[in-house]
Structures are given as C-alpha cells and as structure tokens.
C-alpha cells in the first residue's frame, strides 16, 4: 500500500512531484499511480497537473479517476498543485467547463485591462516566475515557512472562492488572488512546490506528515 499517491492522470510531469516528495520523506513509500484502487488505499494523496483545464477534466474522466479523487479529498489528506487547485473548484472560464465541486467558486482569467504594474508597465499572461506568497491563515503545512517566502508559479487563471474563509494564502500579480486554499483535511496551491527549493520542499516535508487536521 502506498503511503503517498500521486495521481496519475497523464497531465504534467509527476515524476518531479514524486522526487521532491521521496527528498524530503524517504522513509514514505511513493507511487505515481492512474489505478483507482491504489489512490483510494493511499494513506495522503496528491493531485498536480499541468495544462489546460478542458484537457485535464476530460482526462480524468476517461481514466474513470473522479470518484477516487472526490473520495480521497473527503477521507484523507489532500494537496492539489496547480491545476490540481483548480479542478476542485465549481467552473473555470477556461473552456468554460465544470469542475469537481468540491470547492465552491469559479477559476478566472487572469483580466488583460488590469495587467499593468506600479509603473503602468504591461504584465505577461502567463504569469511566469517565482512570487511572494503572503499566508492568510495558520497551517500545519506552512510550519517553518517564512511569511512572504517565494514560490514558483505558472498559470493563466486564479481561482476566486465563494468562501474567502478558505484562503490560506494570496500573492499579488498585479492585485491580489488566492495562491493556497484550506479546507479541512484538504490543502491547495496555485505554485509549484516541487520547484520552489527551499520553503516548496518544506511544504512538501509538512504534508509528507500531515494528519489532514485542521
């Protein structure tokens, strides 16, 4: 039985996900895995995902990986990377496609009219590079965390909780959106752990021993 799955849904580069987290919790057994058996036996789950979300919805799907990925984020504990964050959510504006549902709120585009910095300088879409993550609430996955440490992130969309209360943290490109999301025994960021060195690996280190208290 896996200690920690990684799920597999032929998104992203999970072999990445699966060193950082054999780094920083050797004595864990970890398994990049699409069978849902094994996901539903795993004792903390994670789901990443790089991509588009259409593409990473209809994946899942055809992999018949939705009930173990609903499952899991009800029973256990559960770090979503990236897309990982957004499929929770109820829609996205990209595609215009549903989501999962397990969290209320919409995944949005990032607005071409409000890209501009302090100095009225354009900024890209994506947002490409590490930023500050600014935490909103204490966890037991930000332990050891220094408050505005940097992460690593790629994305195009944020998501925008009905619930601000779920907010774990936020970053700021150029306003503030959500870059992490709590609830219960489920934790989510929009960044890149697995590439953000130092404080993504103590992220990792944090969940590798989590209880999915919170």
């Known amino acids: 039985m ?3 799955a990684i799920i597999d849904y032929g ?13 920083v919790s050797p004595q864990s057994k970890v398994t990049v895995t699409s069978d849902p058996s094994e996901i539903l036996g795993a004792h903390r789950v994670i789901f990443p995902g790089q991509g588009a979300m259409p593409d990473c919805m209809r994946e899942l799907d055809s992999r018949g990986l939705r009930d173990a990925v609903m499952r899991s984020a009800k029973e256990k504990p559960f770090l979503g ?6 499929m929770l959510f109820d829609f996205s504006e990209e595609g215009n496609v549903a989501g999962l549902g397990v969290l209320r709120g919409k995944v949005k585009r990032f607005p071409q009219d409000k890209m501009f910095d302090s100095s009225g300088e354009k900024l890209k879409v994506p947002h ?4 500050q993550v ?16 940097r992460f690593y992130f790629v994305h195009s969309y944020y998501a925008e909780p009905d619930d601000e209360g779920i907010i774990a943290a936020t970053s ?11 609830k219960g025994n489920i934790f989510a960021v929009q960044f890149h752990p697995e590439k953000s060195q130092s404080a993504g690996l ?5 969940f590798s021993a989590w209880n999915g208290a919170f």
Do not use: D, K
Request: with cysteine; charged share 15%; hydrophobic share 45%.
């Open 2 to 4: 896996a200690e920690i």
């Open 128 to 131: 490409i590079g590490w930023n």
């Open 172 to 182: 700021r490109y150029p306003f503030r959106f959500a870059s992490a999301v709590a």
């Open 202 to 206: 103590a992220l990792l280190r944090n």
């Open 11 to 23: 998104m992203g580069n999970l072999r990445s996900v699966a060193h950082a987290i054999e780094h």
């Open 134 to 149: 600014e935490t909103c609430l204490s966890h037991p996955l930000w332990e050891g965390i220094e408050q505005g440490s």
């Open 81 to 86: 990377i990236c897309i990982g964050l957004q």
